[in-house]
């Protein structure tokens, strides 16, 4: 792992260049993300099913960004100093609010999937945390740059490509599941996609490739190729 690039994301650098990615309902909770964050990788929260099932609706929001202080507080006593990551998927009915909580209480890394996040830049606003949208191609890495840079003067602190064999809520139809495109072919696409933004902004975009990365050699190839 040591001739592998560490992975740089603005003024964040993780020493070994892998994400643990959020899974709800708490598989990835503040123990994974610790364990993972004190290897040396990025940790991922998962903001979702956090909330106790037996919280009236009426108490829903506000429970849920207490549940996430609280798993970032864990985070951090078992991991103190090392960066940690929030994932909230856009389908959440209280996804501002939880974008909002983990930017104010300090992630340094917030993760957004399962839509496009439009107006994540907004929810961000005077906080240190940087924001990760996830993308399944180049077009949708393209429409987060542009809309990003025109309604909030922003650009993305890096982008995640989930692959057709990545796990989770995926932009692809089920034809595309079944025959799936190389991650390397999508991965170009993205990269071409945000290399004018780059120029523009004087400053490196990563992209973060996922799904179907099995090994060591999986993540060599991949970063050889364009990937951080």
């Known amino acids: 792992m040591s001739t592998l690039p560490p992975l740089v994301i603005g003024d964040l650098t993780i020493p070994v260049p892998i994400i643990q990615g959020g899974m709800g309902v708490r598989i990835g909770g503040f123990n994974l993300v610790a364990a993972v964050a004190n290897a040396g990788g ?7 099913g956090l909330c106790p099932v037996e919280t009236k609706a009426r108490d829903f929001k506000r429970v849920c960004n207490e549940e996430l202080v609280k798993e970032m507080d864990r985070c951090r006593e078992l991991a103190p100093g090392k960066p940690l990551a929030i994932n909230v ?15 104010e209480h300090g992630a340094d890394l917030i993760v ?21 949208p996830i993308v399944s191609s180049g077009r949708a890495a393209a429409i987060l740059c542009r809309v990003w840079r025109k309604n909030h003067q ?3 602190d890096a982008i995640i490509l989930e692959g057709p064999r990545a796990g989770g809520h995926l932009g692809f139809t089920i034809e595309e599941l079944e025959n799936p495109r190389p991650l390397e072919d999508l991965l170009d696409e993205v990269l071409a996609a945000v290399a004018p933004y780059e120029r523009q902004a004087g400053r490196r975009i990563p992209v ?3 799904g179907g990365i099995y090994d060591g050699e999986d993540i060599a190839r991949l970063i ?3 990937a951080a």
């Not at 990025?42 to 979702?48: I, N, P, V, Y």
């Not at 957004?112 to 990760?132: C, F, Q, W, Y």
């Open 42 to 48: 990025l940790g991922t929260l998962s903001g979702m």
């Open 89 to 103: 998927m856009v389908a959440a009915t209280n996804w501002e609010e939880l974008v909002r909580t983990a930017a």
């Open 112 to 132: 957004s999937g399962a839509g496009l996040p439009l107006d994540m830049p907004r929810h961000v606003e005077g906080t240190n945390a940087k924001i990760a």
């Open 154 to 156: 922003r650009l993305p």
């Open 208 to 210: 973060i490739a996922a």
């Open 224 to 226: 050889a190729r364009g």
